[in-house]
């Protein structure tokens, strides 16, 4: 591939969570507003891609302490990979780069190895220029595998606590209703005919006055779970934009009027992602998270998605995991095991990278 070029833009938030709508951007920098629309409407046809690479995924950082540039790689003018880079200032003078879901290249061997240099390249002259020492970039691709192409990052485990999950689940929503029932565990398809017996309901809710039994369910999960819960203000930020752009749900198994189980599930492209959720201790004998997670696969069925993703689950070989429990309920539903390959650093000043971990023990 040749006369390929990256370009890098930074803007600050294009979108407006409260109402779902494009506003005029403030950057100096003209067509910025179209370049985020270019690559939104790239990620969404690239079926390898994240939804933590998308513009609106970007504004919400924004709200929560993180900024953001772009650096796109064309080639005869057509979009063919890039990423978006989220910058954190971990301390005063100091920061770190960001891809969530990214970098996203070309299928191609050859022309992933062109485009992933360009970006690098494009990264490391926006760290020339930042006022801030930059301790390292990391990476999180969606990769099966690592490229020959790709060195010098040191991977991490899964046990630092600020990594995206890399080993998640997959049900093929494509296949009829039925064959998606028979792929499950028999303890899936039993629990959710128990669901179906005990009368329990399954709502969808998409305004703010469910945040609250969110934030209830899941904060009871983790709790008993042992889990690090995401603090209150990370939800009711992303709730509210999701439900604005319709880019997500939250759900509901209610069993005689009280609400046992919940899921937050973000839609992108051909998959829809089970993002977070919980279910409660009581009327366990209902099985209500069963029929809810059947119910959400029938729905985004329907809505054309031809995957749902879980998300997250511990490895195989890993006994000892903190989410065995959780995915011992996943592995009911049954679908396709992906390892993606480990959260990737590349330091850039060993001083500042000791003191990025300091800070995030």
Sequence with gaps: MHNSTATAFATPSLQDPSAGALAAPASPLAGATDRWQAWDHFL???PAAGFMQASWWADFRANVGYD???????????????????????APGHCC?????????????SEAAEVFAAIVEEVEDHRRNESQTVSHLRIEPRWQRLPAFVSGFRPLAFRDRYVEP?????????????????????????????????????????????????????????????????????????????????RGSIFFAEHAGRR????????????ATYFYGGSLDEHRQAMAPYLLHFEIMR??????????????????????????????FKRKFGGSEISLVPTLDYVYDSGAYDRYAASRS
């Design 44 to 46: 969404e046809a690239t």
């Design 68 to 90: 953001h540039f772009a650096v796109i790689a064309r080639h005869r003018g057509a979009i063919i990979g890039g990423a978006l880079v989220q910058k954190f200032a971990f």
């Design 97 to 109: 780069y960001y891809m969530q879901d990214g970098p996203v290249l070309p299928d191609d061997e």
């Design 166 to 246: 890399r080993d998640t689940l997959c049900i093929d929503l494509r296949a009829p209703e039925e064959e998606i029932l028979a792929q499950m565990k028999p303890k899936g398809r039993y629990n959710i005919r128990v669901a179906k017996r005990h009368g329990v309901s399954i709502l969808q809710e998409d305004c703010e006055s469910g945040i609250a039994d969110f934030l209830r369910i899941y904060s009871d999960m983790a709790c008993r779970q042992g889990i690090d819960a995401k603090h209150s203000v990370y939800f009711e930020t992303l709730l509210p934009m999701l439900a604005s752009l319709r």
């Design 260 to 271: 046992l189980a919940a899921a937050l599930v973000v839609y992108f492209g051909p998959r």
């Design 299 to 328: 729905r985004a069925k329907a809505m054309g998605h031809e995957c749902y993703d879980l998300w997250g689950v511990a490895p195989q070989n890993q006994p000892d995991h903190p989410w065995q429990n959780i995915s011992a």
